[in-house]
């Protein structure tokens, strides 16, 4: 019985100590958490990785859309230019080159009036030849041959008409033989046929269409804008085209200066750079509603949106975020005016922006992610 109150006694000496060491290694650890959590509250969050552009001087402009068509600069109903029927006509859809054939018109009858008019030369050359040989042989006999002046005035008058016969033969040849080219209709330029006017075994005449042949290479872009907007605008700028989500630059061909009188609006032309849009496409073109000024604007990828300010976070020095409060002017393109305490140079974030807080630290990285040298 004594022996076992002995041996309860050394197990709640045990159970006694081993909780005094629970105890201070729990609080030994629990000070030490706390002063790590400290320590980072002290330091703040951790820099932040980002990627940034400058702040510049840029020449922005107002501006409003309107509406405009893609069309193109040639768009012709090719027609006969000689009568016939017609025996062939290029497929619809086909592409062809200045000068392809794109249809034709029976020969026959052109090669016919054309040899009529060959033999017709012929004839009066030879009439004309004899009349010269006959007037130079008695203009050379002088006194001897017995004729009178006026003799020698009728031979020579009637070579003179002989010639001028001639000369209008070959007139008429030429004529003939260009009805027989005419037979072949040619491309006035390269492009698309877009339709066939006529079919095979018709009778053309000319000015009879045949087909139309558009352009599909050489775009222009039509508008129209109320004369308000026209004047800000001169040939030679530079407007942005909208076609869907695809956008580009085209150069102010001509601004027509006549309004309509019922819309008062003019008549703008763009010229379009290589491209792959259809003509007849919709499209939205952005003109300039007043002049421009030069203003301090930022890519739009800094901006940082919230429902009680927009913000643009600023590098200072020491690559400490700094938020700049700002109101939005006018926008082109990618960039956006931005009136607050920003200049033009300044270090603004364009990633990484929406998680920075006013003052934290950052890193610059470039925009694929890999930390900048």
């Not at 956006?336 to 200049?343: A, F, K, L, T, Y």
């Amino acid at each position: 019985m004594k022996r076992k109150m002995i041996i309860a006694g050394a197990a709640g000496a045990i159970l006694i100590a081993a909780g005094a060491a629970a105890f201070t290694y729990g609080s030994n650890v629990g000070v030490t958490a706390d002063a790590a959590d400290g320590a980072q509250a002290q330091q703040g969050p951790p820099p932040a990785a980002v990627a940034v552009a400058s702040a510049e001087r840029r020449s922005l402009a107002p501006r409003s859309e309107a509406p405009g068509s893609v069309v193109s600069t040639r768009d012709s109903l090719v027609s006969a230019a000689t009568t016939g029927k017609i025996e062939w006509v290029a497929e619809i859809g086909a592409e062809v080159e200045a000068g392809d054939v794109i249809a034709r018109i029976e020969a026959a009858d052109a090669q016919f009036a054309r040899d009529d008019s060959a033999a017709e030369v012929l004839r009066l050359q030879a009439r004309a030849n004899y009349l010269d040989s006959l007037y130079e042989r008695f203009l050379g006999l002088g006194e001897d041959a017995g004729e009178s002046e006026a003799t020698l005035d009728e031979m020579r008058s009637n070579r003179d008409e002989a010639l001028q016969a001639l000369a209008q033969a070959q007139v008429a040849k030429r004529r003939a033989q260009i009805n027989l080219d005419r037979t072949e209709v040619v491309a006035p330029f390269a492009g698309r046929v877009v339709s066939q006017e006529t079919q095979i075994g018709e009778y053309a005449n000319p000015g009879t269409e045949l087909i139309r042949l558009v352009d599909t290479r050489r775009l222009e872009v039509t508008a129209r804008a109320p004369a308000h907007l026209a004047r800000n605008i001169s040939a030679g700028d530079v407007i942005k085209v909208t076609s869907g989500a695809e956008a580009l630059d085209a150069e102010v061909r001509a601004i027509v200066p006549v309004g309509d009188a019922l819309s008062r609006m003019l008549e703008l032309r763009l010229e379009l750079p290589e491209t792959a849009w259809y003509i007849g496409s919709a499209v939205r073109v952005s003109l300039p509603s007043s002049q421009a000024r030069m203003v301090t604007a930022v890519p739009r990828d800094a901006l940082v949106l919230r429902a009680d300010r927009i913000s643009v976070f600023v590098i200072s020095e020491g690559n400490a975020a700094k938020r700049v409060d700002v109101e939005l002017g006018t926008a082109e393109g990618d960039f956006i005016e931005v009136i607050g305490d920003i200049n033009a140079g300044d270090s603004v974030v364009i990633r990484g922006g929406e998680r920075l807080r006013d003052g934290q630290s950052v890193t610059i990285s470039t925009l694929s992610g890999e930390p900048s040298v």
